[in-house]
């Protein structure tokens, strides 16, 4: 499993800059924990009951998971918070969406730490003619 972000696809790459860059500037730091998968990585997950799609966006390099550090100062580096309780969840998840992202905490089954690129439809062609 990567967690580098020169394996996100470009047109995702440029908007997990921007969101890890307003995490930062939120005070918010986070480790992260993936970006792209192999088939194999994600039939394991499957199996293991931690993912619950079929065909994930990391597949694609289209998503990627973050997870916040708990309490810096107190608790050092290694210290992730993973209480889905925590509000650190809905700022990371409204930061975002404010970027266009589609975030997991909104999720019946959530996913906190999970942020994906939405596609987009492709539009119309131009007229030819006027």
Same mark, same amino acid.
């Given at each position: +499993? ?11 790459? @440029? ?15 986070? +480790? ?8 194999? =990585? ?21 998503? +990627? ?6 309490? @810096? ?15 650190? @969840? =809905? ?40």
């Amino acid at each position: +499993m990567s967690r580098a972000l020169d394996d996100l696809d470009p047109r995702f790459r @440029w908007v997990a800059f921007e969101f890890l860059a307003r995490l930062t500037e939120a005070g918010i730091a986070v +480790m992260i924990v993936s970006t792209r998968r192999t088939p194999e =990585e994600h039939a394991e997950n499957l199996r293991r009951g931690v993912s619950w799609t079929t065909h994930s966006k990391h597949l694609d390099g289209l998503a +990627m998971d973050v997870c916040p550090y708990s309490t @810096w100062l107190l608790h050092g580096a290694d210290k992730l918070e993973w209480n889905a309780d925590d509000a650190v @969840w =809905e700022t990371i998840a409204d930061l975002a969406e404010h970027l266009g992202l589609r975030s997991g905490y909104r999720w019946t089954q959530k996913d906190c730490g999970h942020v994906e690129y939405v596609v987009l439809p492709e539009t119309a062609p131009a007229p030819t003619h006027v």
